[in-house]
């Protein structure tokens, strides 16, 4: 049964991970939206991941399943046509966005290679997304981030590193969302290590790439569920790009029907409390989506 109580921000754009089409997600895709519905969202973006292409990059959990870089190219498709074919029935219902998260891999060709994806699966938005840096994954295990450390030469230079690579993927790609800003906190040992002047420089000059190129803020409510006390990004960036007119939304980041809309109550107050009175949602209209603003309060 719709949730008509439900308030108007309880709206997520970044999330709908399912398990047909992700290694690492529980539940299928109509459930997810089921359940959606059912915690009253009027609006919900799904946005898988998408497909990397090169077989060294593969998770272990992945090729333990047999699958290949083939399997995940043919899922992403069925993926676009299955997440089109839920938005039309659901679509008195809910507004489902049918969007993808994009990748920064290969390093040397992301841009055209997630541009295609958008163009040819007729996704509606992207969700632009840095989970590689020097070659590793560093929101994965902690081996890997280790991995990346020893890469860059030190957690300061990979956190440097990381926040030039969503500078340029912003320039890039041009993402309707800038996903989980400071996701580089997530494995980082204490988030004090990475709190130095120059790690706060780069993670400004990418904030200043999201305010150039439009992009919207995700509030992403996965760090809540690792334990962390506030979601990405932390309260100094919520606060500077609050100074800086950058627009947010809330993402729940969601990889099963349980994380649906998960801490978008908790994301509102802080929001609240670091003088945030607004989010913005995507709204499908016949040409296109439009920019919503919705009150907190
Ligand atoms: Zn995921
Ligand atoms: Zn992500």
């Known amino acids: 049964m719709n949730n ?22 529980k539940d299928d895709l109509e459930t997810l939206i089921q359940t959606a519905i059912q915690r009253g969202c009027r609006v919900y973006g799904l946005t898988e991941h998408a497909p990397r292409i090169e077989a060294h990059r593969l998770y272990r959990e992945e090729i333990a399943m047999g699958w290949t870089t083939e ?7 069925e993926y676009a046509a299955e997440a089109q074919r839920l938005s039309r029935q659901c679509a008195d219902r809910i507004a489902i966005l049918c969007g993808f998260e994009a990748e920064v891999v290969p390093e040397d060709r992301y841009a055209e290679i997630m ?7 007729g996704f509606v938005y992207m ?11 560093i929101d994965y295990r902690q081996e890997d981030f280790d991995a990346a450390v020893h890469a860059c030469g030190g957690l300061e230079r990979l ?43 780069a993670a400004m000059a990418a904030l200043e790439a999201v305010r150039e190129t439009g992009a919207i803020l ?15 990004p932390a309260p100094w960036l919520v ?4 100074d800086m007119g950058i627009p947010f939304c809330f993402g729940d980041d969601s990889h099963s029907a349980a994380h649906v809309a998960d801490g978008i109550p908790r994301a509102r ?8 009175r607004a989010i913005i949602a995507l709204v499908p209209r016949a040409d296109g989506l439009e920019k919503v603003e919705i009150p907190l309060v």
């Open 4 to 25: 008509h109580m439900a308030p108007a921000w309880m709206v997520s754009l970044h999330g709908g991970h399912s398990r047909a089409y992700c290694d690492h997600a």
């Open 71 to 77: 399997t995940l190219d043919r899922l992403f498709s």
């Open 115 to 121: 541009q295609g994806y958008r163009q040819r699966l």
């Open 127 to 137: 969700v632009g997304s840095v989970h590689w840096v020097a070659g590793h994954i």
């Open 159 to 201: 956190a440097v590193r990381y926040y030039d690579t969503v500078a340029e993927m912003l320039r890039r790609l041009r993402p309707e969302v800038a996903a989980h800003l400071d996701l580089i906190r997530k494995c980082a040992p204490d988030e004090s290590s990475i709190n130095t002047p120059a790690v706060r420089r």
């Open 218 to 232: 995700d509030v992403n409510t996965a760090a809540y569920r690792t334990g962390k006390s506030h979601p990405y």
């Open 239 to 242: 606060r500077a790009a609050r």
């Open 269 to 276: 107050d802080y929001l609240l409390e670091h003088g945030v």
